[in-house]
């Protein structure tokens, strides 16, 4: 009687134990779809190492999906790449423990947990922003040779360009200190002026500072005249 009690108790604590990462979040699980993909393709996980991708791990499509499990101590930027049509194709999303619902295909989304909605969201918005620039230069190309409606359109290219670079540049502002405004910060820092770099700089976490990507950035701006930086806000 007592071994029985002790086996079910143990099939409890198990169970418990089994329910616990789902519930507490504390390991992360990538489901996917890829577009028009077959049975058996690979799909990669990798990180970028000096502008060099490293694999991390691979899965491979089984009824018509793919799944990466595992655990996470910290959010961090990480790369799903894939093949199509013989070409090497990728996306950028945020892996931390939850589950993360990748849709890859001409509109990619990446979604379900808290950095990758964020990220989606900035997405879905500067998305939306090229393209109505896209549709505009196609009036360009279709109008009549008149400067007064090229004017016209050229003015609003200009206006949606800027649309999108403050919506890139506030995303990166109210995102510095969690890994979306670091990976913003990297490939759109020429977008902001040279005092405000610095400043943001400023809020990073200091192992953030010290990586080679921001140490370069910090190199290009002590080049730069003093006195422009502080003219610059």
């Known amino acids: 009687m ?3 009690l002790f086996f079910s108790t143990l099939l409890a604590v198990i169970s418990v134990v089994g329910c616990k990462p789902t519930e507490n979040n504390s390991y992360y699980r990538i489901t996917g779809t890829i577009e028009n993909s077959s049975e058996g393709d690979t799909v990669m996980l990798q990180t970028e190492d000096d502008q060099n991708l490293v694999e991390l791990e691979r899965a491979f499509i089984h ?3 793919f799944v990466f499990t595992g655990r996470q101590d910290s959010t961090v930027e990480r790369i799903i790449t894939y093949i ?5 194709m990728g996306a950028v999303f945020f892996l931390e423990n939850g589950n993360i619902k990748m849709k890859l295909d001409e509109t990619t989304s990446i979604t379900g947990t808290k950095h990758n909605d964020i990220y989606q969201e900035f997405l879905n918005k500067i998305n939306g922003i090229y393209g109505q620039m896209s549709s505009v230069n196609e009036n360009l190309a279709d109008s009549a040779d008149i400067d007064t409606t090229h004017t016209d359109i050229y003015q609003k290219v200009n206006s949606l360009d800027k649309k999108a670079n403050d919506l890139i ?3 990166i502002k109210e995102n ?3 890994p979306i405004g ?3 910060f990297k490939r759109y820092n020429y977008l902001l002026p040279p005092k405000l770099q610095y400043f943001l700089i400023s809020k990073m976490p200091l192992p953030w500072r010290r990586t080679t990507a921001i140490d370069d950035i910090k ?3 002590d080049l730069l005249p003093q006195d422009s930086i502080s003219s610059l806000e």
């Open 84 to 88: 199509k049509n013989g070409v090497k």
């Open 219 to 221: 190199t290009q701006l």
């Open 2 to 4: 007592r071994n029985l």
């Open 63 to 65: 009824n018509g999906q």
């Open 176 to 178: 510095i200190n969690n």
């Open 182 to 184: 670091l990976y913003l």
């Open 169 to 171: 540049i506030e995303t």
